[in-house]
């Protein structure tokens, strides 16, 4: 993945707990997957009933995530900033960048990340194509990194 400061993303500030520590002082990997998905949650809450469908059926298919550098309790809050990065007929994929409480937006930062999310009709539990609307929302946020 290469490193880049994407415009116009959404940011959110998320608190770091003294349960998200390993042993190491460092945030510990699962608990990063954790503060990934609270941002997304947040997120896609935003934008109220607008995104309904997305958060009832988009499922996580894979989240990749790429350490820089080591974040520590006294970094938080962290600034998540979340934008599409790439969208195809029934999945899209999330990119991520994290960067300590007070990191100039410009700064390389400690975290990259992309989960991505497959559309689902829950009811048949069968992949679903994106609709128009959804499409729509997410053109708003789509990015590509360089």
């Given at each position: ?7 116009q993303a959404y940011h959110a500030t998320i608190t770091v707990r ?28 935003s934008a109220g009933e607008a995104n309904e469908s997305l958060i ?76 128009p609307d959804e499409k729509q929302f997410l053109a708003k946020w ?5």
């Amino acid at each position: 993945m290469a490193v880049t400061h994407v415009e116009q993303a959404y940011h959110a500030t998320i608190t770091v707990r003294w349960s998200d520590m390993d042993a190491f002082a460092h945030i510990n990997h699962a608990r990063m997957v954790t503060l990934l998905e609270e941002a997304r949650i947040e997120w896609l809450l935003s934008a109220g009933e607008a995104n309904e469908s997305l958060i009832k059926s988009a499922l996580i298919a894979n989240v990749n995530i790429s350490y820089k550098k080591p974040l520590r309790h006294s970094d938080s809050p962290l600034d998540i900033a979340l934008w599409f990065e790439q969208v195809r007929s029934v999945d899209f994929t999330i990119g991520y960048e994290v960067r300590p409480s007070g990191a100039p937006a410009d700064s390389l930062p400690a975290v990259l990340a992309t989960t991505q999310m497959a559309m689902v009709d829950i009811g048949s539990e069968r992949l679903r194509r994106i609709t128009p609307d959804e499409k729509q929302f997410l053109a708003k946020w789509t990015r590509h990194r360089s």
